[in-house]
């Protein structure tokens, strides 16, 4: 009797360590556990996506004694500004408007980050969708092992009469081991709605992208405008030099003659130096125009860049402001994301209140274990459970209120996203607008003026006028071809505003600007 309950102690020892030490889980013990509560994942405060830089439009007022009132300029700022220089041929560099909008498609940092954006909610979405799919998993072993059971504090004495002795030292001995095992959530109201939230998240992204690309377009459309506005200048103010190179000359050839005073000369010397200087300083101004285009679409800024596309005259008339505010409406995608990202902020709350409903799991696992890959038994375990919250300290109450400030910002924004649209089509209609009139008035300007300063020019060599007569000429006609060039210049940039403010920058850039050139 004291023998059996010996072998009966050793073999409850041995069990109970190769439990403790888990040996053989599929024997010992059913697979999983208790159904653990998945909790509503928590969005943002804000559902606007920081692109970390912007493009915009600007039309100001500036009073002046010519005839344009307006000035324009195009402002870049962050990611937009920058590029990843691609591979470029050598030479010279010439650019239409749509190549250099293709380039800085490609090559501008404000869409590769909206992509890598877009690719990390993509990647999120995949998580929360795996927390509905099964997981599955297996794995096979080998194991040697020896034990000290006094170590663990198992001590047999057995009389010294019984002729036998129970060791203290197992082993050693092996055993063979492969299995399987599946999770599955077969219920669980919170996880689904976490994967439904991620796939509006997602698509804000995607949408977000798109607006990137309108950002771009805008960026360096207005840009390379800007670029040719001053090339038009420098051209216009190569024609001025050279048309008070000539009035100096004339008025040399007078005083040598006898018919003319110094001072008729040194006036006019005055006129063509002073030309001269802002001949020098348009030029710097357009090479620094076309370092920062380069830069926006990833062009060496080492190059020449030759830009074949002049500034378009005004055409047609200016579009209905109900019909444009509508098709922005529609078209625009950073008003689209914003809806997606409330989208999402109202399934965030509803996964919230989901925690405090039930959910049921299913999980399981079958291998086999034996001495040897040869000498093995099927062993398996299955478990199915439910969890029911039933008092969490707050948590789930927390969760919802927080997720009810997120909905409540991300509404109001959407409601502001609507205005800001609205603002930025009836803001281009009235530029547009203004800028038309303003062509037209500075086209009438430019030719009365011509007509002036040659009218002076014959006076002045006929001898019944001075240079002060065509000076004041000269800085008439100056004055009107800088004024129609800015004007022409915020015509056109109004025009690709508006395509901007309702949407369809990236579709109509390639028509944009077509017709009659000046």
């Known amino acids: 009797m004291a023998v059996r309950e010996s072998l009966f102690q050793f073999v409850c020892g041995i069990v109970m360590f190769a439990g403790a030490a888990g040996l053989a889980p599929a024997q010992l013990a059913p697979a999983g556990g208790p159904g653990q509560t998945t909790r509503a994942t928590p969005l943002p405060m804000s559902g606007r996506t920081n692109q970390s830089g912007a493009a915009s439009a600007q039309q100001s007022s500036a009073p002046g004694t010519g005839a344009s009132t307006i000035s324009s300029s195009v402002q ?18 010439t650019l239409t408007l749509a190549d250099a909008v293709k380039r800085g498609l490609e090559a501008n940092l404000g869409p590769i980050s909206a992509q890598n954006s877009l690719q990390m909610a993509r990647a999120q979405r995949g998580q929360a969708l795996s927390a509905l799919l099964p997981s599955i998993g297996a794995n096979a072993s080998e194991t040697v092992t020896q034990i000290d059971l006094a170590a663990y504090g198992f001590k047999f004495n057995v009389p010294a009469n019984f002729g036998f002795s129970i060791p203290t030292v197992v082993g050693p001995f092996s055993y063979s081991q492969a299995q399987a095992t599946l999770n ?32 771009v377009v805008l960026a360096v459309a207005g840009t390379y405008l800007q670029t040719v506005a001053a090339a038009a200048r420098v051209v216009s103010e190569q024609a001025q030099v050279e048309n008070a190179q000539a009035i100096y000359n004339q008025a040399v050839t007078r005083k040598q003659a006898g018919t003319n005073a110094r001072i008729d000369v040194m006036r006019s010397l005055v006129e063509l130096q002073t030309e001269q200087q802002r001949l020098s300083s348009l030029t710097a101004d357009l090479r620094k125009q076309k370092i920062a285009l380069a830069r926006l679409i990833g062009l060496p800024l080492d190059r020449e860049i030759i830009l074949s596309d002049p500034l378009a005259p005004p055409e047609g008339s200016v579009p209905e402001a109900e019909a444009q505010v509508r098709l922005a409406f529609k078209h625009r995608s950073d008003l689209q994301a914003a809806e997606a990202q409330m989208r999402a902020a109202e399934l965030a709350l509803s996964a919230s209140h989901a925690e405090r409903l039930p959910s049921a799991s299913l999980n399981g696992d079958y291998g086999v274990i034996g001495p040897n890959p040869a000498s093995t038994h099927g062993v398996f375990a299955a478990t199915a459970s439910v969890t029911v919250p039933i008092w969490e300290g707050g948590r789930i109450r927390s969760d919802i209120q927080a997720a009810e400030a997120t909905l409540k910002q991300r509404r109001a924004e959407l409601q502001d996203q609507r205005a800001q649209v609205e603002q930025e089509v009836r803001t281009a209609l009235i530029e547009l607008e203004t800028a038309m009139g303003q062509v037209r008035l500075a086209a009438s300007n430019r030719s009365y003026a011509n007509e002036t300063l040659s009218e002076a020019r014959d006076r002045f060599g006929a001898g019944v006028a001075t240079t002060v007569e065509v000076v004041q000429a000269q800085e008439q006609v100056a004055a009107a071809e800088a004024d129609y060039v800015s004007s022409l210049f915020s015509f056109n940039l109004a025009k690709l505003s508006l395509a901007r403010a309702t949407g369809e920058a990236e579709a109509d850039i390639q028509h944009l600007f077509t017709g009659n050139r000046p």
Do not use: H, Y
Request: cysteine-free.
């Open 76 to 93: 870049v700022s962050g990611n937009f500004a920058g590029s990843v220089p691609g591979n470029v041929p050598p030479g010279a560099i």
């Open 184 to 215: 599955q959530s077969v219920l669980d109201l919170v996880a689904r709605r976490n994967w439904k939230a991620s796939k509006e998240t997602e698509q804000a992204s995607l949408l977000s992208a798109k607006d990137a690309r309108e950002t």
